[in-house]
């Protein structure tokens, strides 16, 4: 069974800092990995989806990695702004042989507080 | 579009009474996905459709659950009766073939259920 693992739960830093955000899964096998951010009260929107042929994504002052093989994967925010306090889940697509296999297996998020 | 809808955004029921989840997709999503977020649990798949069909209801937790698609347009999840511990986030999500490769979702704003 796919076991998403978020690292860590929460994290505090002050406005104009770089960070990284930590996800890894147990299976490999996996369709692809995708970054949500979700604000209080609000459901999940995407940011970045990565394909599992694919090693990174980027939008704006975010960048994706996957390393498939180690089950591992980092969001990297560039120079945070407060704006960008949220909860952050992953999320992994397993493969399925019919190929309709929807199902995403979430992560329990970082909770990210930029401080102005 | 107004994104999916979802009714009513807060529930408070006692336990043992019946609970009525609704959600409208985004129009012409053939994908239809319903969640729930808990503190202890994270965010869990419970079922999915395609074409008012569905899928995959291995995340039911148990029977007092249950979920209707009776048109493209409007999905129903049922509890009866309902326990403290259904208490949580419910989120629908729909999505579209067309879409499949990159596996956007798009999350409702949530219904969140407290039963006392």
């Known amino acids: 069974k796919q076991e998403v693992t978020q690292i860590p739960a929460a994290l505090s830093v002050p406005e104009g800092e770089n960070l990284v955000l930590n996800c890894s899964f147990t299976?490999?096998?996996?369709?692809?990995l995708q970054w949500f951010r979700q604000d209080p009260g609000k459901g999940l929107t995407s940011l970045l989806l990565?394909?599992?042929?694919?090693r990174e994504q980027t939008s704006g002052r975010l960048n994706a990695s996957l390393d498939k093989s180690s089950g591992r994967s980092t969001l990297y925010i560039a120079a945070s702004q407060p704006g960008d306090s949220a909860t952050y889940l992953c999320?992994?697509?397993?493969?399925?042989?019919?190929?309709?296999?929807?199902?995403?297996?979430f992560g329990k998020g970082t909770l990210l507080t930029v401080n102005p | 579009d107004a994104g999916v809808i979802q009714s009513p955004r807060h529930e408070v029921t006692e336990m043992g009474q019946e609970v009525t989840l609704r959600c409208k997709p985004i129009?012409?999503?053939?994908?239809l996905f319903w969640y729930r977020q808990t503190m202890m649990r994270g965010l869990e798949l419970l079922i999915y459709?395609?074409?008012?069909?569905?899928?995959?209801d291995s995340g039911m937790p148990e029977d007092r659950f249950s979920a209707k698609m009776p048109n493209a347009s409007f999905s129903t999840l049922k509890i009866q009766p309902s326990e403290p511990r259904d208490s949580a986030v419910y989120f629908c999500?729909?999505?579209?073939?067309?879409?499949?490769?990159?596996?956007?979702?798009?999350f409702g704003p949530g219904t969140r259920l407290t039963v006392l």
């Open positions: 129009s012409g999503h053939d994908y």
């Open positions: 299976d490999s096998a996996i369709y692809n």
């Open positions: 990565i394909q599992s042929s694919q």
């Open positions: 459709f395609n074409n008012n069909v569905p899928i995959d």
């Open positions: 999320a992994v697509r397993v493969v399925n042989s019919g190929g309709s296999n929807y199902k995403l297996t």
């Open positions: 999500a729909s999505t579209r073939l067309a879409e499949k490769l990159t596996d956007t979702q798009y």
